[in-house]
């Protein structure tokens, strides 16, 4: 009972209390209607003020929940609403760049910081300027309409606009531009001397930049579980701070939290200071300086304090999926993996407690993997089953590839990156290899779905924090619940039968799902669709894809589509391009140099056409192009796969802004017309 005295004590912090219903708070604050949030302040601030009453944890717990719901409430009200007025205006500002999301020729996506009415804002601005991250510049900024349902807010992002007239100010000469320069200088060094899969791959490990990983390779990466890899994060942080404080300062306490207090913030720069890294610099800070305070570092503590802190001065950050997978992945990993190891080595043998060493890692990643699959499944509406393994697999090599290439960056010695290379052709290797069984990605698409994984990690949290005589309640809680989704999912998966659609930039995609099997028909080029289409396949647990009906497929689209082959079998293809480039389709495939005027599935017909189109009789019209007015069309249902397609006629719906799909009672032969 050791073990559970200690923990107790913890669970009793002030800040361990009020952390969590604050939170709750913040959410409360931003999604519920103002009425309700002033109820639900007035019961809080009630519980509150009455301890004697309510007791006084109950009064705790109350303060952080009165706290967070007034907290966003007057962000909303004082900062989000003043600077939204801005949206659809112009605005001649100074903005400093922070971050490049993207550039492309002479076009760049810039996340920059601004002052308007005194207030600090933070806003993505499109130009075809070319400066750099730390550069000053002012410029004549038409801002787009502003919408609160927009998720950038979570990121901070308040507007978007595009950048009309360019005047430098000043390039960036500060620590910042400095700290950009050295990463500039690794991403060379790894594109020059390992490049392909792997340098692209060690690229995204690093710096979160996986723009130029293979479709083939991104998607294994998911199937895998191990995207949280290549989006730089905490882990990343950790790691590297693990590393550097080993070799240059050891044990030795004074030394190391001097070195954490100066190399954090340039760590920062140098990771980009998204969400997960500031959670990770400041747990570091207090992990690594408490010592010289006489104080233990806590990690439920110190993480309650990192995630008051970052929303005190950001409160939409609570909204930031990565800021609450990161959040909850060190509660899955420090706290009830942590518990459930201890409990898991006094049920084995003496003889088998030696292999503790194996089973910790994967113990602690696979609680890590169910305290985050409420916001994995929404955000990719599966889970991967091999997850656990393949994070615990790769950890260690991951922490080899950031201590070559940060030498090398340091040393300018390219040779430091010859083991680099050896361990990412691995790391390729084994991602490909696990990622090439697409059974390890459970789609769980029924109704309750996020629920039932929220359920389970509530449960298998409330094991961890709880006595030992609850701890196997819990367990047997979480394990039925977890059995019952298992069933639930095979059921839905025997039984699946609907038509998805699917759209990106100019080209969309009716995928018939019969089960585990698909039949694709594209509308438009097919051109950059490979990332897309996959989604839509792995979201709807497709093994198979019967046939690929593409009408108007050109260049790009075949190669999109050769791209699909490489990661499912595709059986044919239909495309009037086959005739021109046959060695960019799918070498595995029977092709049909022909293409389909329409298809019928039962009693519902299926075609594409250019907008604009009126000879399309069919039930089900997919759209490409588009036109400045609504368009004419004979179809039951006109669907439009252009971003740009903004008016609609009555029977219109445009797939690139809404998701849609229609059920089916069972798929009947699907005859090509």
């Not at 083939?216 to 895998?224: C, D, I, R």
């Not at 990565?322 to 509660?331: A, E, K, P, R, Y």
């Not at 993997?369 to 697999?393: E, H, K, R």
């Amino acid at each position: 009972m050791i073990m559970d005295n200690k923990f107790a004590a913890v669970l009793k912090l002030p800040l361990v209390k009020f952390a969590p219903t604050y939170a709750v708070g913040l959410i409360a604050g931003f999604f519920l209607p103002v009425p309700v949030c002033a109820a639900l302040l007035a019961a809080a601030v009630l519980a509150a003020a009455l301890p004697k009453l309510f007791g006084r944890r109950i009064s705790v717990c109350s303060l952080g929940f009165a706290v967070g719901i007034l907290l966003m409430s007057l962000h909303m009200l004082l900062y989000y609403g003043p600077v939204a007025e801005m949206g659809g205006k112009s605005l001649v500002a100074e903005c400093r760049v922070t971050d490049i999301q993207s550039a492309s020729g002479d076009r760049a996506v810039y996340i920059v910081t601004l002052n308007i009415d005194g207030l600090p804002v933070k806003a993505r601005l499109f130009g075809k300027e070319t400066a750099q991250i730390g550069d000053r510049f002012e410029a004549l900024i038409d801002f787009l309409e502003t919408d609160r349902r927009d998720t950038d807010i979570s990121y901070g992002i308040a507007l978007t606009g595009n950048i009309r007239e360019f005047t430098y100010v000043a390039r960036g000469l500060d620590i910042y531009s400095a700290v950009n320069t050295v990463r500039e200088k690794m991403c060379s060094l790894l594109s020059y001397n390992i490049g392909g899969d792997e340098g692209a791959l060690a690229m995204s490990l690093l710096f979160g930049d996986s723009s130029l990983v293979s479709a083939e390779l991104k998607e294994a990466v998911t199937v895998s579980g191990v995207g949280h890899f290549t989006a730089v994060s905490g882990t990343h942080f950790t790691i590297f701070f693990a590393i550097i404080l080993e070799l240059m300062a050891g044990k030795q306490k004074t030394a190391r939290a001097v070195i954490s207090l100066i190399l954090i913030p340039m760590a920062v720069i140098f990771f980009g200071a998204s969400a997960s890294v500031i959670r990770s610099a400041i747990m570091l800070a207090i992990c690594n300086c408490s010592p010289l305070l006489q104080r233990r570092a806590e990690t439920l503590n110190s993480l309650c304090f990192a995630v008051v802190a970052m929303t005190v001065t950001s409160p939409t950050v609570i909204l930031n999926a990565g800021f609450q997978m990161s959040v909850l992945g060190v509660f899955g990993t420090a706290i009830v993996g942590e518990r459930f190891y201890s409990e898991f080595k006094l049920w084995l043998p003496g003889k088998l407690k030696r292999i503790g060493y194996i089973l910790k890692p994967v113990t602690v990643s696979a609680c890590a993997v169910i305290c985050t699959s409420p916001i994995v499944l929404y955000s990719f509406g599966g889970i991967s089953l091999a997850g656990a393994f393949t994070s615990a697999l790769l950890m260690p090599f991951i922490a080899i590839v950031m201590l070559s290439v940060m030498l090398a960056g340091i040393t300018e010695m390219s040779m430091i990156l010859v083991p680099a290379a050896v361990v990412m052709r691995f790391i390729c290797t084994v991602i490909k290899f696990i990622g090439g069984f697409r059974n390890m990605w459970l789609p769980m698409d029924f109704d309750g779905a996020v629920l039932f994984s929220l359920i389970c990690a509530v449960l298998i949290s409330l094991a961890a924090i709880s006595p030992k005589r609850l701890f196997e309640y819990g367990i047997g809680g979480f394990a039925a619940l977890m059995f019952a989704s298992l069933i639930i999912c095979a059921d839905v998966r025997s039984s699946r039968c609907k038509i998805v659609f699917a759209a990106d930039s100019g080209s969309g995609a009716a995928v018939i799902v019969s089960k585990t099997n698909a039949v694709v028909y594209i509308s438009g080029t097919g051109s950059d669709f490979a990332e897309e289409l996959a989604e839509c396949l792995r979201r709807n647990g497709v093994l198979e894809i019967e046939c690929v009906i593409a009408p108007d497929m050109d260049c790009s689209g075949a190669a999109a589509i050769k791209t699909i082959s490489q990661m499912l079998p595709i059986n044919t293809v239909y495309s009037p391009y086959y005739g021109n480039f046959p060695e960019r389709f799918p070498p595995k495939s029977e092709i049909f140099s022909t293409t389909a005027e329409y298809i019928s599935l039962g009693e519902i017909t299926l075609s594409a056409a250019k907008t604009g189109d009126e000879t399309r009789t069919e039930d089900i019209v997919m759209f490409s192009g588009y036109m400045r007015s609504a368009p004419k069309n004979n179809a039951e249902l006109a669907l439009y796969v252009s971003p740009s397609q903004h008016e609609l006629p009555k029977n219109g719906i445009n797939i690139s802004e809404t998701n849609y799909e229609i059920e089916l009672e069972r798929v009947s032969e699907i005859i090509i017309h």
